[in-house]
Nanobody
């Protein structure tokens, strides 16, 4: 299973950005998918997760009301809509996938390489 993120970039405080992620492989079931982020020198932290059927969502408290995770119409694609960005959101954002929803946030099986999001003040 390969996981690939896209959509990072440099934005200003208050701007919005949408990250995309796709899991691919030969034959895939539906995966739960989630987002994490990491700042150099700090541990990776959980951002959001969505179940395979899209009915169950969870967010970290620091993004509630600003970020929204959703599934795409293509199988095993997920988006992270990020609004009201501030410099504290600057990080490398990673997408992860796992057959088991409850493996989030501690141990999802498959990870992308990450995409850089930088928010300037």
């Amino acid at each position: 299973v390969q996981v690939a993120e896209s959509g990072g970039g440099l934005v200003k405080t208050g701007d919005s950005l949408r990250l995309s992620c796709a899991a691919s492989g030969r034959v895939l079931p539906d995966y739960a998918m989630g987002w994490f982020r990491q700042v150099p020198g700090k541990e990776r932290e959980f951002v959001a997760v969505i179940s395979a059927d899209g009915r169950t969502l969870e967010y970290s408290e620091f993004v509630i009301g600003r970020f929204a995770i959703s599934r795409g119409s293509t199988k095993n694609t997920v988006f992270l809509q990020m609004n009201s960005l501030n410099p504290g959101d600057t990080a490398v954002y990673y997408c992860a996938a796992d057959l088991t929803y409850s493996d989030f946030p501690d141990s999802p099986d498959y990870w992308g390489q990450g995409t850089q999001v930088t928010v300037s003040s």
